[in-house]
């Protein structure tokens, strides 16, 4: 059950193996725009920045997660909790690791439209993977031009229309019910760029109560409507009804069945009932959202401007109820909420000469706004539970922010400089319409300045170091703010966490086909958001005290003879409260954030590239689950996951095939959990053994 592992061990062997690589031929720099806001050299920026490729979003997982691929950058956590009700769990450098639900404290953009809310609450779901041209990963003090929340940034990139028209079927199954059908086309005619795109997933789940169905449609537009200017327009759309969600389990039922939920021992009726099936917890989403991007080149200068708007309709059934409880409770089980939302970005992007090098500078706002038309019901009528009874709350909730930003670059000779200053205004407005239990309408605004500032020296061609440094706001998000300890309702006492990041590394490459990335970093947070209470999907947070988050980060890729190449990525964090606060000790670590993380992966592929194998390792240290770390902590573990792909050419027919199996070992490990759950049902299991297998057909006409 308990899989201990020495990190150094594994990282020593792949690390030996990488040395023993003869470089034979030069690689391509690659080109990122995360952090510079412009396109630039990634060997050449002063942060911490990976970038993930097509072959590797596409070419050998099923693109239902976006997990799948993000396994293999450092400082990075995406974890997979088997439950689409709340979906990926995605931290950065401990940044976002207490989020009950989607991605918060990492900042989501696909296409240059935010993919996070106003207040920084994103989901993954919504990227598109199957038209994925790139996901750039930036971690981080160039986070902060970003804004508020962004403890790092993920960048999804889909591929423009281009060449001949295709259309492309796939069709991807495995394990637990899992089946995926995918239809898309690309090309340009006339000018026009188009990519479109329709799948639906299915599953039936791995843990008990966990089956979802999830549809999604994308559509992508590319136009040069004069001459140096360029129009994106895209339409995205995301589908689950009734998404069981499984709940955590506590440690006990963990060890005697990873797939089962916690019983509910209360029910007099049926005491080995699950709270999952006796409140039939689940949750319906329907997001769609449109969005265009203009670029017009004016000699050394670029405008750019963005808008983008949409709706998310969500209900969802929470393991709780509150019905006996005088004055009534400010909420009640069942979350129903109709959100519409809108933002724009507009900026000014001049290049000039200037000392003997270049100087880049970007000056810009972002706005951005939601609007929410929220009730909560209780979740029983009479003696029936997990169905829509009495109104317990209604209200709006309105979330804005305005963020002005300037970011100017310097590149001479062997210097690179590099600065940007962004002011967040971040304001909650609401307004309560049911009082029975009292009036929570009021306002809260938060405001406040990030300043970044990196250097970067050449020391040789093929050798890079850098340093960089910023100051770091995160805000609550509305979710955060929802209720105030057990029972009540919106909590305005919140404050915002303020941190100031420092980080150095180094870039180089070793002759031509192995690479090397190496970073430190130090990140001093205080007021830090932690968990206040925890209970059947519903959660309150509060201001604790300070805390420190030390690491490194080892990035290594590298290619041999023979087709052979391998791929390391290294983590340790130390994440610690810096100050003791209520029954928690200085020292204590922060929950949800392992102190290590590594992922390893050696690959094969033939002379003519049509023939593939790997094997992958992921291992994480053990990860505490609430503040004070007294609590069973869900153990270390390491996993073998092996992968084969193919292709095929036939005139104007290309076929693609993949067959994975994860978890080869077949070992049982906890691999997410629910921060602070007040009822100690802290651990989500992740899959034993499990397969996929792929094949898509593609035909250019």
């Known amino acids: 059950m308990q899989h201990r592992f020495r990190l150094n061990t594994i990282a020593a062997l792949f690390a030996g193996t990488a040395a023993l690589a003869p470089p034979s031929h030069a690689a391509d720099a690659v080109v990122i725009v995360s952090g510079a806001r412009v396109e630039h050299s990634g060997f050449d920026f ?6 993930i490729d097509a072959a590797r979003i596409r070419d050998s997982q099923m693109r239902v997660n976006a997990s799948e691929a993000l396994s293999a950058v450092p400082g990075l956590v995406a974890q997979n909790r088997q439950n689409y009700a709340q979906d990926l769990q995605i931290s950065s450098r401990g940044f976002g690791a207490r989020s009950a639900f989607g991605v918060r404290g990492v900042k989501l953009i696909a296409d240059g439209i935010p993919a996070s809310m106003p207040d920084g609450q ?34 999804l990139f889909t591929r423009d229309g281009a060449g ?13 019910g899992a089946l995926k059908v995918d239809v898309n086309a690309q090309g340009k005619s006339g000018g026009v760029g188009y990519v479109l795109d329709a799948s639906r997933f299915d599953t039936d789940g791995y843990r008990d109560h966990s089956a979802a169905r999830r549809d999604q449609a994308y559509a992508k537009l590319t136009v040069a409507p004069a001459a140096g200017a360029k129009l994106t327009i895209t339409a995205s759309a995301l589908r689950q009804k009734d998404t069981q969600d499984p709940l955590g389990a506590t440690w006990a039922t963990f060890q005697r069945d990873p797939r089962a939920g916690e019983t509910d021992a209360t029910d007099p009726a049926t005491p080995k009932r699950t709270f999952a099936d006796r409140y039939n917890t689940r949750k319906s989403i329907d997001h769609q959202q449109a969005g265009g991007a203009w670029e017009q080149r004016f000699g050394d200068g670029t405008l750019r401007v963005s808008a983008y708007g949409g709706n998310r309709q969500v209900i969802q059934y929470q393991a709780f109820s509150r019905a006996f409880q005088a004055p009534p409770s400010h909420s009640g089980g069942v979350v129903d909420f109709d959100r519409e939302f809108h933002g724009a970005d507009v900026s000014w992007v001049d290049a000039r000469a200037l000392a003997g090098g270049k100087l880049t500078s970007t000056a810009g706002i972002e706005y951005g706004r939601s609007s929410d038309d929220r009730q909560g019901y209780e979740n029983f009528v009479g003696t029936e539970l997990g169905v829509k009874g009495r109104l317990r709350r209604d209200e709006e909730n309105v979330v804005s922010s305005t963020d002005p930003y300037l970011q100017t670059e310097w590149q001479g000779g062997s210097w690179l400089l590099n600065a940007g200053l962004r002011h967040s205004r971040f304001k909650v407005d609401v307004s309560d319409r049911f009082l029975a239990n009292g009036n929570d309408s009021g306002a809260i605004a938060y405001s406040r300045t990030t300043p970044v500032a990196g250097v970067l020296y050449k020391l040789t061609p093929v050798l890079n170091v850098y340093a960089s440094a910023a100051r770091g706001f995160e805000t609550p998000t509305l979710n955060e703010l929802f209720y105030s300890g057990a029972g009540g309702g919106f909590n305005f006492r919140l404050q915002p966490a303020r941190s100031t990041h420092l980080e150095a590394g180094v870039k180089s490459m070793l002759g031509s086909r192995t690479r090397i990335d190496a970073a430190l970093f130090q990140v001093k947070t205080s007021d830090e958001l932690v968990v206040d209470a925890a209970s059947g999907g519903r959660t309150s947070y509060r201001n604790a005290s300070k805390t420190l988050r030390r690491g490194a980060e080892v990035s290594v890729e590298s290619a041999w003879d023979h087709g052979l190449s391998g791929k390391l990525a290294l983590t340790a964090l130390r994440a610690t409260y810096d100050q003791a606060f209520g029954s928690v000790l200085k020292g204590s670590r922060l929950p949800g954030v392992p102190n290590a993380n590594l992922y390893g992966e050696l690959a094969w592929k033939d002379a003519s590239e049509r023939l593939g194998a790997a094997l992958e390792t992921i291992a994480s240290a053990r990860v505490y689950a609430e503040d004070s770390n007294v609590e069973k902590a869900a153990p270390g573990y390491a996993i073998v996951n092996a992968r084969v792909t193919a292709k095929q050419d036939f005139g104007g027919w290309r076929f693609k095939q993949f067959a994975r199996v994860n978890n080869l070992l077949d070992r049982a490990y906890v691999g997410s959990v629910i921060v602070g759950d007040t009822n100690k049902r802290y651990y989500e299991a992740a899959p034993g053994r499990n397969w996929q297998l792929g094949a898509s057909a593609q035909y250019r006409f």
């Open 122 to 155: 994103g989901q993954a779901a919504t990227f598109n993977l199957d038209m994925a041209e790139r996901i750039e990963v930036l971690r981080g003090p160039f986070s902060a031009v970003y804004g508020n929340h962004s403890g790092g940034v993920v960048q």
């Open 164 to 176: 001949a028209p295709t259309i492309e079927t796939s069709v991807s199954g495995g394990s637990d």
């Open 46 to 51: 002063p942060a911490a920045i990976d970038v």
